[in-house]
């Protein structure tokens, strides 16, 4: 296939007075080397993905057009610089050229571009493939029960590296699984072994723990018979005590009472001092009993005795203190009435100096608010000279 090999960068000024259509000849491009080019390129095809030949064709051709475009651009840029005036019609006459040359090329990008999606589309659809066969495996090494460490599945003494689910073929990889499989059988057998044997253990102890509970309950039930006959034999010795004390308590009550205790719940009382509970008096023997009532007999004689003389002594002092109240009294009352003699003139003058003041007559205020401050004035007035008559009245 003819191709022309063009360079934009080597376009050499051009003389003002040539037109584009000459400079582009110059380089070999022309209305003919396109219509060429359309000729020999828009029938080019790829038969797909396996077609390297046409796809080399398809690329070659494209990139020909391409820098006879951008040849045509290059050469139209030079031309406008010296050539301001007539920029115009050279843009026109690149654009039409390269209006020519679009649909070549962009055929031609069209057929790359379905190559080049084609390929991607298979790339991808491989990868996809990949990725669903890496987690197949990992799932089938899961299933088995192998453990992940570091960068390796373990079950027992069988490793399948993480590489190996990756990349190992379909017939190795079937060898592997094979291998683990073996494997988790052999640990299957052996823990269906050992829980059986936990079973048989399990119903032995079982059967121990029922053989015990037998022998526990037996045991349990003559200690129950053991420790009722103890408790009706204490009952009834609680019992022989209990009337044995009730009548000692019938006894010693009266005589507790006679003396002036307070019977108070389970107990006696006389004071802080000498107080017993029921089991207090029953506790003692008859000697202890009566030495401890004449003990208290004594305490209760003195007690009284001590009690008399200080109400003697209170009565004493009451009759004491009244005498001095009424002489203190007295007292007083004679100087208050030497007082009141001196001071009857002054109060007499005291109490005519504030009539007089309260006769005082008011200015006649036209104005409301000089009228309320005279309301205010008179009312503390009042107040002030009633204050003042009751301390005259007390005085």
């Known amino acids: 296939m003819e191709t ?72 139209r840029k030079n031309l406008i610089e010296p050539h301001l005036k007539i920029q115009k019609a050279i843009n026109a006459e690149a654009e039409r050229i390269t209006d020519l040359l679009e649909p070549i090329e962009s055929y031609l990008k069209k057929q790359e571009d379905e190559v080049e999606a084609e390929l991607e589309r298979q790339r991808q659809e491989r990868e996809r493939a990949k990725q669903t066969k890496i987690h197949e495996r990992t799932q089938q090494v899961l299933n088995l029960g192998m453990r992940f460490v570091g960068n390796t599945y373990t079950l027992g003494a069988v490793e399948i590296d993480v590489v190996d689910i990756k990349g190992a073929s379909d017939e190795n990889w079937d060898a592997m ?23 048989a253990e399990a119903a032995r102890l079982e059967q121990q723990r029922l053989e015990q509970e037998a022998e526990r309950k037996r045991l349990a039930a003559e200690q129950a018979e053991i420790d009722q006959q103890r408790q009706e034999l204490e009952n009834q010795k609680r019992k022989a005590k209990e009337e044995a004390d009730a009548i000692v308590l019938e006894n010693r009550s009266p005589r507790l009472t006679e003396l002036g205790f307070e019977r108070t719940g389970k107990g006696f009382r006389y004071d802080t001092t000498w107080h017993y509970t029921d089991a207090d008096v029953i506790g003692l023997t008859s000697a202890e009993f009566e030495a401890q009532l004449s003990d208290f007999t004594a305490y209760r004689d003195e007690k009284l005795l001590r009690k008399q003389q200080e109400q003697e002594q209170a009565e004493k002092k009451r009759q004491e203190d009244e005498a001095a109240a009424a002489a203190e009294l007295k007292r007083k009352q004679k100087e208050d009435k030497a007082r009141q003699t001196r001071l009857k003139g002054d109060k007499k003058l005291f109490l005519q100096m504030l009539a007089k003041i309260e006769e005082i007559p008011y200015p006649a205020f036209t104005q409301d608010e000089t009228k309320a401050l005279r309301e205010t004035f008179g009312m503390r007035y009042r107040e002030l000279l009633s204050d003042f008559r009751n301390q005259l009245e007390n005085l």
């Open 4 to 75: 022309i090999a063009v360079e934009a960068e080597v376009v050499t000024p051009v003389n003002p007075s040539e037109s584009l259509a000459t400079e582009l000849s110059k380089q070999g491009i022309t209305d003919a080397q396109i219509e060429k080019y359309r000729a020999d390129y828009m029938g080019l095809t790829i038969a797909g993905v396996d077609d390297k030949d046409g796809y080399a064709l398809v690329k070659e051709a494209r990139q020909t057009v391409k820098k006879t475009r951008v040849a045509v651009d290059k050469i």
């Open 177 to 199: 699984i094979a291998q683990a499989e073996e494997e988790n059988r052999a640990i299957e057998e052996r823990r269906a072994a050992e829980e059986a044997e936990r079973i």
